[in-house]
T-cell receptor, first 109, second 115 residues
Framework: GQSLEQPSEVTAVEGAIVQINCTYQ??????LSWYQQHDGGAPTFLSY????GLEETGRFSSFLSRSDSYGYLLLQELQMKDSASYFC??????????FGPGTRLSVLP | KAGVTQTPRYLIKTRGQQVTLSCSPI?????VSWYQQTPGQGLQFLFE???????NKGNFPGRFSGRQFSNSRSEMNVSTLELGDSALYLC??????????????FGAGTRLSVL
């Protein structure tokens, strides 16, 4: 089977750096994606790792280690507008998309 | 490029009725996936259509069905609505091919309330 695990909540202050982890038990998948969803909004794509290593996109970076069954999203220079839910997601070899339960990030002033 | 468009944005139905939701993907995208999002269950994959064919299916009952037209627009139908079908239904489009096919772009969703 496949499942992804994330912390349910993370809190940090403006200007800080926060890491949101995603662990998985999937036997095989094409890559790990990250999405941001504000309350009442739709998920928006942030980052994708097809291979192990770090992908950097502005203030956001994502990392994948297949040998450790682990990935993370790193948010730097946190801003109030970063308060949202963050989901990791995979497309497994069965071609189904599976999303993690989401991590709610609260950024405090 | 225009984004993913879903209609209607809000819908209220009663138990036993059926509903049809519509999704227009990003121009050039051939894959459309549907998701159900609820507070308790998170984002659950319903099915994916690619070039008018259902390519993948999640673990939902047969009351949930869909189709895709030659212009890649997709519809999702839920028959014999139940109270538990109340949710945000999200449509996502992607190229459906190679690495880019693993990145999805979501519409704003249709919020369905079943009374």
């Amino acid at each position: 089977g496949q499942s992804l695990e994330q912390p349910s909540e993370v809190t940090a202050v403006e200007g800080a750096i926060v890491q949101i982890n995603c662990t998985y038990q999937t036997s095989g998948f094409y890559g790990l994606s990250w999405y941001q969803q504000h309350d009442g909004g739709a998920p928006t794509f942030l980052s994708y790792n097809a291979l192990d290593g770090l992908e950097e996109t502005g203030r956001f970076s994502s990392f994948l280690s297949r040998s450790d069954s682990y990935g993370y999203l790193l948010l730097q220079e946190l801003q109030m507008k970063d308060s949202a839910s963050y989901f990791c997601a995979e497309r497994n070899y069965g071609q189904n998309f599976v999303f993690g339960p989401g991590t709610r990030l609260s950024v405090l002033p | 490029k225009a984004g993913v468009t879903q209609t209607p944005r809000y819908l209220i139905k009663t138990r036993g009725q059926q509903v049809t939701l519509s999704c227009s993907p990003i121009s050039g995208h051939r894959s459309v996936s549907w998701y159900q999002q609820t507070p308790g269950q998170g984002l659950q994959f319903l099915f994916e259509y690619f070039s008018e064919t259902q390519r993948n299916k999640g673990n939902f009952p047969g009351r949930f069905s869909g189709r895709q037209f030659s212009n890649s627009r997709s519809e999702m139908n839920v028959s014999t609505l139940e109270l538990g079908d109340s949710a945000l239904y999200l449509c996502a489009s992607s190229s459906g091919l190679a690495k880019e096919g693993n990145i999805q772009y979501f519409g704003a969703g249709t919020r369905l309330s079943v009374l």
